[in-house]
């Protein structure tokens, strides 16, 4: 009986923490130079919507657990106002993490940081942000009236630094 109740649990606990796959179809990429992005809606890490606005010049993606590390832990060894100072915004991705890990680590991890954090924790509004892109990679579009005129990717703290405090 205590074997069926365990495997039972276990099981619970594994369709818990399954997310739900998006489909796989055709999506069209968003991060492409020369697209807009006047309509990227997305809440923050204490779930304010959050638009770009006509300053923002450069918006940091990362797609992977490592490189949102690498982001958030140089961020938070700057001022709270150091990415808006920059006209920067970072946008985070969640949405490949299991419901539950997110709901219970991930989201209430993020409210600890000062700095603002944009957050993709939907499958279907990510994959247009991921088509296309390293997702092991941090990925910077270099934004001008909130039209993208350059995409580069970097890895380190050092780039990220460089990238945020180039004019």
């Not at 997310?19 to 179809?25: A, C, K, L, N, R």
């Not at 991890?109 to 390293?134: I, S």
């Amino acid at each position: 009986m205590k074997k069926i109740i365990v495997g039972l649990m276990a099981t619970l606990l594994f369709l818990g923490c399954s997310s739900t796959g998006v489909e796989e179809q055709a999506v069209e990429p968003k991060l492409v130079v020369g697209k807009s992005l006047s309509g990227m809606e997305l809440n923050d890490q204490f779930e304010k919507a959050q638009v770009l606005d006509a300053s923002t010049k450069k918006v940091i993606f990362a797609f992977s657990k490592d490189m949102a590390h690498i982001c958030n832990d140089y961020f938070v060894t700057q001022s709270p106002t150091y990415l808006s100072e920059y006209n920067t915004q970072f946008v985070a991705d969640v949405s490949v993490a299991p419901s539950l890990i997110r709901s219970m680590f991930i989201l209430p991890g993020l409210k600890d940081f000062k700095h603002t954090v944009l957050l993709l924790d939907d499958e279907k509004v990510a994959a247009p942000y991921r088509t296309g892109m390293n997702v092991e990679k941090i990925v910077v579009a270099y934004i001008d009236d909130k039209s993208i005129t350059k995409i580069i990717t970097i890895s380190s703290e050092n780039e990220l630094k460089k990238v945020i405090e180039a004019k």
